[in-house]
């Protein structure tokens, strides 16, 4: 019999920080028939689900679920709320920040960009003072990524809410994230957010495809208001069906099924538990990247991300033929880079269903790519990783929670 050189055996390691690997029990879950949208069935499910968001988000309003990617929630946020020639602040802090600027430049919108070097998060200083000199209250809205997953840079979103407040605005407080969610801390209520835009593919473990808007009293006061044009993305609609149980269209019905159980699975591990695995993993590849003596994109301790580590390498080494390689001789896939970094770095993505042997053997493979590609570095970054998630699993807290 001929030899079948192709196939690669384990699992492929998805290491980009998402869309992130779905667990067996989630593709499980969407395994099913079909069932008819507009039956009861389907009605318990949706409530279930439309009600079990809300715990996500730590959001007492509504949240809508489109069937769409991430950049339809941030169209949907737009145009329910605001109106042509409005003006938006908004903070480039990479690349998904620009392109949700650029979306709202398109939609008629008039964003003003606060500018950052892509390797920090939102100052709030910077908005404050923007907003203080608009006496005439002329910016709608203040628009923020909590997590830029170009860059890894996580943005403190209650201090972009005091600055607000500082400068008593009245904008609207829109906030992505689409990267963070599940991941981290996130409370639409009690943060004070207008609008909160998530997506499917990340901390909540489900396939690309779906996308959350959680909704504020005074955002759904500004969308009877809004004058942008909308159709799919309508909130009335949509929130008129939902109050039933029911879509005004045909939902993805599969995803549904994914999302109950996604929310089981977090259910089950209790939210602060999955915060504290993502913080832990976050720590253990800092930890890795000083040891081999390379550098952290996040270039401010304070804006570390929970879910995305960039990874530096010395001038000369190409970040995507090191990609290539690991990929190639590991069958593991790290993030991309962008923009005036394009080639200088790679993302680690350690989000989602990750446990500690995960992070560990990415980390390896790293290591290992490391020497194979030749770029200069120290040994021991995956010991300095192991040394870490070893004290932390020595700790009492995480004994007496798991
Ligand atoms: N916002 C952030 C922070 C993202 O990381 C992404 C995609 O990765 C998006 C928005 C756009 O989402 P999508 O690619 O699902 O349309």
Known sequence: MAQNTTRIAGRHFLQIPGPAPVPDRILRAMDRPIIDHR??????????VL?????????????VIYTATGTGAWEGALVNTLSPGDRVLMCNTGHFATLWRNMAKRLG????????????GADPKLIEAHLRKDTQHK???VCVLHNETSTGCLTPITEIREAIDAAKHPALFLVDTVSSLASTEYRHDEWGIDVSIGGAQKGLMLPPGMSFNAISPKALEASKDAQLPKSFFAWDDMLAAN??????????????????????MLHEEGLDNVFARHDRHAEATRRAVRAWGLEILCRDPKYYSPTITGVLLPEGHDADAFRELALDRFDIAFGTSFGKFTGKYFRIGHLGDTNDLTILGALAS??????LASVPHRKGGVQAAMDYLIAAAQAPSRAAAE
């Open 366 to 371: 790293v290591e290992m790519t490391l020497a």
């Open 39 to 48: 039956g009861p069935e389907f009605q318990k499910l949706a409530k279930r």
């Open 139 to 141: 910016i709608k809205a």
């Open 243 to 264: 109050r039933s149980g029911f879509f005004p269209y045909t939902p993805a019905t599969n995803m549904l099924h994914g999302l109950s159980e996604s929310l089981d």
């Open 109 to 120: 919108l008039e964003p003003e960009f606060i500018d950052t070097d892509w390797r920090i």
């Open 51 to 63: 009600d079990g968001v809300k715990w996500i988000f730590k959001c007492s309003g509504p949240v």
